[in-house]
């Protein structure tokens, strides 16, 4: 079963105005299947995981490219960064927009080669795995905090109970376990590391102990909706604290890390400057952790992070499927006031609480913290927010606050 992907728009109206699409972000999250769906029949299709073919790309990237000459869709790009000069060259010649489709699971190699030879003339379009809203065929948008742009939502969204919600959660975003319900998820989250492990990190001069490296991937598993303490993790690793930082950002640049960044403003004091980390999916996350099925994970003691990791991750990919960086924050200060989210647009803050809970109590009762913005030199207003939790409607908690349904995201 294909299902409809939401960034596909963004992709075609990408490649109307670049003569190259990098569509890039983790393995399996479905880059290769979105756009060999919407490739015309004319596009020639090649993948560089093929052995023979990567040798072709990487000592011959001219004759490779009259081989494959646009308008081509290359796999796994990143395996042959010899071909970016020779790409540079047809695209200033031929100046034809759409000309490349390239994909690239390892980002940290890719987004290096391609800006440094490709800048001005590639689109990059990042993508994670399955929304909520594509996994139920509702395609419900970007996420918006106004009431009324949440109420135009409801006729069209597919309402869950909690335990639908944490069966999505234990399962994750990946499209393959979607495709086909037979997929033994032990066998496929194993499979998954170990090719994760084996083929994008092992490569790396960061990463020489590939035991230690899976182990503190454990431990970023086990703190995800947490704020980021890079000696904590060196601790429970057992590694240095440089080690720790350049280990977490292979798992940033790789996609299997987000990092929301705290929200700052001049009148606001004592804010807490560490990001947030969250694992993008949280199907992977829970079988690090050992969670042997929804029931457990949803009685568990980490049940609120993880639905935090959900709610945020839905929220972070409504953006990026629209071609949006997502303009994502939080708020922590010394006295641990903190709001679980902030979406800043337009001069305008919109602050969000997420709970496990129908209506939590005295859940908006932090977002007083922000009030000395509205008086700075340069205002900023406090817009629409609210708490994303296990509501069944969208319920008013005073005049610019409501209670949202996680499903509505």
């Given at each position: ?17 670049f ?45 490779f ?82 009431p ?112 929301i ?13 560490a ?7 949280t ?14 994970l949803?009685?568990?003691?980490m ?6 990791t ?79 939790c ?20």
């Amino acid at each position: 079963m294909l299902i409809e992907r939401a960034v596909k728009d963004t992709i075609l109206e990408t490649s109307e105005t670049f003569p190259v699409v990098l569509l890039t972000g983790p393995r399996q999250v479905g880059k290769s299947t979105l756009l060999e769906s919407l490739a015309e029949p004319s596009r020639k299709r090649v993948t560089l995981d093929n052995p023979t073919v990567r040798a072709l790309a990487k000592n011959d990237p001219e004759l490779f490219l009259q081989r494959y000459a646009p308008p081509v869709l290359i796999d796994e790009v990143q395996y042959a960064p010899e071909l970016f000069p020779y790409i540079k060259i047809l695209v200033d010649k031929r100046k034809q927009c759409g000309d490349f489709w390239l994909t690239g699971s390892q980002m940290f190699r890719t987004m290096k080669n391609v800006t440094e030879t490709l800048a001005g003339r590639v689109g990059v379009i990042p993508i994670l795995g399955l929304s909520n809203s594509e996994i139920n065929g509702t395609h419900l948008g970007v996420f918006s905090a106004d009431p009324q742009a949440l109420l135009s939502k409801l006729p069209a969204a597919k309402p869950m109970s909690v335990t639908e919600i944490f069966e999505r959660i234990f399962c994750g975003s990946m499209p393959r376990l979607y495709e086909n319900s037979k997929v033994n998820l032990n066998t496929y989250f194993e499979s998954y590391l170990d090719t994760y492990v084996s083929r994008d990190v092992r490569d790396l001069s960061q990463v020489g102990d590939e035991s230690a490296f899976l182990k503190f991937v454990k431990v970023v598993a086990a703190r995800t909706a947490t704020n980021l303490n890079y000696d904590a993790l060196a601790t429970e690793t057992g590694v240095s604290g440089p080690t720790a930082k350049s280990w977490l950002s292979i798992l940033v640049s790789s996609g299997i890390v987000t990092l929301i960044e705290p929200y700052f403003n001049n009148a606001l004091k004592r804010v807490i400057k560490a990001p947030r980390m969250y694992f993008s999916d949280t199907g992977l996350c829970a079988h690090l952790m050992g969670w042997g099925s929804p029931e457990v994970l949803e009685n568990s003691s980490m049940s609120g992070e993880f639905f935090e990791t959900w709610v945020v991750m839905e929220v972070y990919k409504s953006y990026l499927n629209a071609g949006v960086r997502p303009p994502l924050y939080f708020y922590r200060d010394s006295n641990r006031k903190e709001i679980d989210l902030i979406i800043y647009q337009n001069g305008t803050v919109h602050p969000l609480e997420i709970k496990k809970g129908s209506a939590p109590k005295d859940a908006i009762k932090n977002f007083s913290v922000l009030n000395p913005i509205q008086e700075a030199k340069i205002k900023t207003e406090i817009g629409a927010g609210g708490v994303i939790c296990l509501a069944s409607d969208v319920v008013p908690i005073n005049a610019k606050n409501n209670y949202i349904p996680a499903w509505i995201i």
